[in-house]
C-alpha cells in the first residue's frame, strides 16, 4: 500500500506503520517459533507491481 508522496502525503501513516510494528511483534511474541515453512529462497515474489512483495509465505511454529 502507498502512503502518497509530498503534499498528499497520508497523515496517518506514521500510525499505520507503527500499528503494523506492534502486530508483527505481538505475532512473534505470541508465536516464537514461527519460521518459514521452506528456504527463503523458494519465495515467490510478485514483480509486476511497483511494490515488491510475497505470493504466498509459508510458515510453522
Known amino acids: ?10 497523515l496517518g501513516s506514521h500510525l499505520a506503520r507503527l500499528m503494523l510494528r506492534t502486530a508483527v511483534g505481538a505475532l512473534l511474541s505470541r508465536f ?8 527463503a529462497e523458494e519465495i515467490r515474489w510478485n514483480t509486476r507491481s511497483i511494490w515488491r ?9
Open 1 to 10: 500500500m502507498t502512503f502518497g508522496w509530498g503534499m498528499r502525503h497520508c
Open 32 to 39: 516464537p517459533g514461527l519460521r518459514l515453512a521452506v528456504p
Open 53 to 61: 512483495h510475497p505470493l504466498a509465505l509459508p510458515v510453522a511454529w
